[in-house]
């Protein structure tokens, strides 16, 4: 059974960089054709994807917020950590990892973790 | 870019109904598009992948089809508990569409 949970800080001021972790259990990201993803949600708004690791360590990220963010894993703590940058209001968001489905052509999530919900005020 | 856009923003009918959602790429991308449903407070579930596959465990009453530019997701007969917001999400920026919020008329 495939599980991910989010953590990190749940208020972060402005100008400050955000630090979220998904712990995962279920599978191993050092298995061909494994990612896991970030995606967030303001309040009342869309989904948004960020960043996704796959198991061979290729990246892809958002490319509006590219130069913000950072994406790593630690295969052995089974963990993949989210790092953003020069963090403002309008991030102020609930911040979901996933896991990619193995061999979906289109990258599709199909399992989420609970979300973490990040509020940036000062 | 791929821009998708989704439509309606939001849509009532009734149990039983047909209920039809469209996504509609700035290009060609293939099979490559998802489907979504997130009720509230609640983490995205994902119902179909590479544009028309059921994911396993879910309700055969949802369905996909498309390819290229034009997308269809379909409910073939409403159910109370498919109120819930539906999202698209294609493969080039992983970007999701706008949501449609499904309500029971």
């Known amino acids: 059974q495939i599980t991910l949970k989010e953590s990190g800080p749940t208020l972060v001021k402005p100008t400050q960089t955000l630090t979220l972790t998904c712990t995962f259990s279920g599978f191993s990201l050092s298995t061909s054709g494994v990612g896991v993803g970030w995606i967030r949600q303001p309040p009342g708004k869309a989904l948004e994807w960020l960043a996704l690791?796959?198991?061979?360590?290729?990246?892809r990220y958002s490319p509006s917020l590219k130069s913000r963010l950072t994406i790593t894993k630690d295969t052995s703590k089974n963990q993949v950590v989210l790092t953003m940058t020069n963090m403002d209001p309008v991030d102020t968001a609930t911040y979901y990892c996933a896991h990619k489905k193995r061999f979906s052509r289109s990258d599709a999530f199909d399992i989420w973790g609970q979300g973490t919900m990040v509020t940036v005020s000062s | 870019d791929i821009q998708m856009t989704q439509s309606p923003s939001s849509l009532s009918a009734s149990v039983g109904d047909r209920v039809t959602i469209t996504c509609q790429a700035s290009q060609d991308i293939s099979n490559y598009l998802n489907w979504y449903q997130q009720k509230p407070g609640k983490a995205p579930k994902l119902l179909i992948y590479d544009a028309s596959n059921l994911e396993t465990g879910v309700p055969s009453r949802f369905s996909g089809s498309g390819s290229g530019t034009d997308f269809t997701f379909t409910i073939s007969s409403l159910q109370p508990e498919d109120i819930a917001t539906y999202y698209c999400q294609q493969y080039d920026n992983l970007t999701f569409g706008g949501g449609t919020k499904v309500e029971i008329k």
């Open positions: 690791i796959y198991w061979d360590d290729d990246k």
